[in-house]
Nanobody
Framework: QVQLVESGGGSVQAGDSLRLSCAAS????????MGWFRQAPGKEREFVAA????????YYGDSVKGRFTTSRDNAKNTVYLQMNSLKPEDTAVYYC????????????????WGQGTQVTVSS
């Protein structure tokens, strides 16, 4: 199994930026695809971004394309979500997730999760 520890959430104004971090530990960490999801109250958990450890491919949800970027530091087994031009509709709990093999857009396919970190964007 892999353990995920998130940090970096907070309250910001519209147009501001935040960077979330997710530190991964456990066996065969680089066998996992790492992803980000978010969930607003009363809403379904939504795919945000994903990147594998061993290649440069990254994928983004339509609502964040052009504003969010996910990156990694292989030496630290840490992935990041850089969030720019934040909007009030980005307000949600953001979760780091991991899956062995192929990642998908559906949260039910991801078995490993961080604790979540709150991001609140005020207009």
């Amino acid at each position: 199994q892999v353990q995920l520890v998130e940090s970096g959430g907070g309250s910001v104004q519209a147009g501001d930026s935040l960077r979330l971090s997710c530190a991964a530990s456990g066996r065969n960490v680089r066998s996992y695809v790492m992803g980000w999801f978010r969930q607003a109250p009363g809403k379904e958990r939504e795919f945000v971004a994903a990147r594998g450890w061993r290649d440069g491919s990254a994928y983004y949800g339509d609502s964040v394309k052009g504003r969010f970027t996910t990156s990694r530091d292989n030496a630290k087994n840490t992935v990041y979500l850089q969030m720019n031009s934040l909007k009030p509709e980005d307000t949600a709990v953001y979760y780091c997730a991991a899956v062995v093999g192929r990642g998908t857009y559906y949260y039910t396919d991801w078995p490993y999760w961080g604790q979540g970190t709150q991001v609140t964007v005020s207009s």
